[in-house]
């Protein structure tokens, strides 16, 4: 069966500091695979995209950027965090032409 | 962009009582999806609905996917302490499109 899974869990980091999240996805070839991020309370913003390796597809302009340097890896990255940064951070994956995606469980962060 | 209303934002009910909630679009979807979030984790999945008019139960749950394609809806029957969440619906136009997502149903239990 499929799993995803992302870390880390949580993380607080200082204003000005570098991120990096990383999202693996097992038992599938080729996923499409996604980063959302919710601020508290809130619905889900997609960030970024990605139909295979190297492709990435950004939805919102902003300080993130996202690298997908295996099939089953995504990686969501900051040079320098903003406050405005924090969030519960999501990576997702389906199938290749798929028409249901899965989460991952999700990572805390709050950038103070 | 496409856009998905959810009603209601969020819902306050007694333990056995049955909830309702909806989501509706501008345009089309070809899947309708519908998640839970409990606090501090990912969505999961709970039922998903890939044609016109489909009417789909897991458990408790049922929902159904709009002849119009514009919409979808979501019960939950004799609700209990564990129902309580986040509800998001969410509409797919083709695989290698992104979902969108509604903005969520918050849903509280009064045992």
């Known amino acids: 069966s499929q799993t995803i899974h992302q870390w880390p869990a949580t993380l607080v980091q200082p204003v000005g500091s570098p991120l990096s999240l990383e999202c693996t996805v097992e038992?599938?070839?080729?996923?499409?695979l996604y980063w959302y991020r919710q601020a508290a309370g809130r619905g889900l913003q997609l960030l970024f995209y990605s139909v295979g390796i190297g492709q990435i597809s950004s939805e919102v302009p902003q300080n993130l950027s996202a690298s997908r340097p295996q099939d089953r890896q995504f990686i969501l990255s900051s040079k320098k965090l903003l406050l405005s940064d924090s969030g519960f951070y999501l990576c997702?994956?389906?199938?290749?032409?798929?028409?249901?995606?899965?989460f991952g469980e999700g990572s805390w962060l709050t950038v103070v | 962009g496409q856009q998905l209303n959810q009603s209601p934002q969020s819902m306050f009910i007694q333990e056995g009582e049955d909830v309702s909630m909806n989501c509706t679009s501008s345009?089309?979807?070809?899947?309708w999806l519908w998640y839970k979030q409990d606090p501090g984790e990912g969505p999961v999945l709970l039922i998903a609905l890939y044609k016109a008019g489909e009417l789909t139960s897991n458990g408790r749950l049922t929902a159904q996917f709009g002849t119009t394609r514009k919409d979808s809806f979501l019960n939950i029957s004799a609700s209990i302490p564990s129902d309580v969440g986040i509800y998001f619906c969410a509409g797919l136009l083709s695989g290698n499109t992104p979902l969108v997502f509604g903005k969520g149903t918050r849903l509280s239990v009064i045992a």
């Open positions: 997702a994956w389906s199938n290749t032409g798929g028409n249901t995606i899965y």
């Open positions: 345009s089309i979807f070809n899947t």
């Open positions: 038992g599938t070839s080729n996923p499409n």
